[in-house]
């Protein structure tokens, strides 16, 4: 038809843009987004230019509160009870909005949480604590970097020098 037409000739532009979520997101500095099937329910803040594709779910909010509900235990088993599971446990499971969000008693309605309650402000920093850990550990401060250097010579012979470690703890 006209459309797979028009998807074979735009093949780099997303066939279904979804502009009701980018005009949520376009105004945050940061939203929430996990992967729709995943053996682990890993939610991730996201910025932009990020054009979220179909395999994420994204969730326009930017406050470590909800960041944190969505991330506490008692979610994440609410979403394996409502979502859909793919073959066998290790294939994962399927994040279904509808299922699975939209389901979830949140302790208070979305957007009318007290911002000033001890347990919304404990939930938050938990959850601020939970990434700032997850990104030390996924990208440690101290890296070191290997480079080798390549001497060629005018009948085309190669020699490599050792591999010397460059850098040292940041």
Do not use: C
Request: glycine share 4%; aromatic share 10%.
């Amino acid at each position: 038809g006209d459309r797979d037409k028009e998807t074979r000739e735009k093949w780099w532009l997303f066939q279904r843009p979804r502009p009701i979520m980018r005009d949520a997101i376009s105004t945050l500095p940061r939203f929430i987004a996990t992967l729709a099937v995943s053996k682990h329910r890993v939610f991730v803040w996201l910025t932009h230019p990020t054009i979220p594709d179909q395999q994420l779910i994204v969730i326009a909010r930017d406050d470590d509160y909800f960041f944190g509900v969505l991330h506490s235990r008692t979610h994440e088993l609410w979403s394996r009870g409502t979502g859909t599971q793919l073959r066998e446990v290790e294939s994962g499971f399927r994040y279904t909005p509808t299922n699975t969000f939209e389901t979830f008693p949140f302790p208070w309605a979305p957007g009318a949480e007290p911002v000033d309650d001890p347990r919304v402000q404990a939930i938050a920093q938990s959850a601020k604590e939970l990434v700032e850990q997850r990104d030390r550990w996924l990208n440690p401060e101290s890296q070191v970097t290997v480079t080798f250097k390549v001497t060629v010579t005018s009948d085309d012979s190669k020699s490599t020098d050792d591999a010397q470690p460059k850098g040292d703890k940041k």
